[in-house]
């Protein structure tokens, strides 16, 4: 197995990224920037130049891979097309790559609370509106997927244990980007993760499960 990790140069990616290392899984991270990438990348990722907005790129990166990660999500800004342009066209363009390229497994983080349009987030944009339509590409693509939504983001780790739960259950808390990470590349060797929407928080209250479990509890 070798993993190309779009968005690698993010904070959920380059987690990603970490993760595939320590499990010692080959991995090229999709960068557009190598010098950038070299400052928060570990050294033994295999690093190479693409973006998700100029197809033409991704096919070469695609090159020897067996696997997409794909941790891409537009960045708040003024520019009114961002969501669309990353998080609509840029999986649409990710997604034709690996069908062009023979690849059938893809793993992609996407939102909780995506089918909600009144979500606060949508004031950026659409960006929940636009995540969803990517998440349908997806779904429609005929791809291995497993579509991981996270709640709110948190850089730093703790100890509670995630929560994994169908499309439409969850609607609010938090997660670590780490414990993101670890479920994302995990979903790579659950035979149960195929095919699935997951929504994924952390709770200090939330029982011990494996991987195994976690997964099949999803319908």
């Known amino acids: 197995m070798k993993v190309l990790v779009a968005g690698a140069n993010g904070q959920t990616g380059r987690r990603i990224v970490q993760e595939l290392v320590n499990r010692q899984i080959p991995v090229k991270a999709l960068v557009r920037n190598i010098e950038q990438a070299k400052a928060v990348l570990p050294p033994s990722a295999e690093l190479v130049v693409g973006d998700v907005l100029k197809p033409e790129t991704l096919i070469n990166a695609l090159r020897d891979c067996t696997a997409i990660l794909s941790a891409t999500g537009a960045a708040p800004s003024f520019n009114i097309t961002g969501p669309y342009q990353v998080d609509y066209q840029g999986t649409k363009n990710l997604v034709n790559a690996a069908k062009a390229s023979g690849i059938n497994r893809l793993v992609t983080v996407s939102s909780l609370c995506v089918s909600k349009l009144f979500h606060p987030l949508n004031l950026f944009w659409l960006i929940l509106v636009w995540k969803r339509q990517g998440e349908k590409y997806i779904q429609q693509s005929g791809l ?70 976690l997964f099949a509890s999803v319908a």
Request: charged share 25%.
């Open 144 to 213: 291995d997927y497993t579509i991981v939504r996270p709640g709110g983001l948190k850089n730093e780790d703790n100890s509670d244990r995630i929560v994994m739960s169908e499309a439409d259950t969850l609607f609010d808390g938090s997660i670590p980007r780490q414990k993101v990470a670890q479920v994302c590349v995990e979903a790579l060797f659950q035979p149960a993760a195929s095919h699935k929407i997951v929504e994924i928080v952390a709770k200090p209250e939330a029982p011990e499960s494996n991987w195994s479990d």
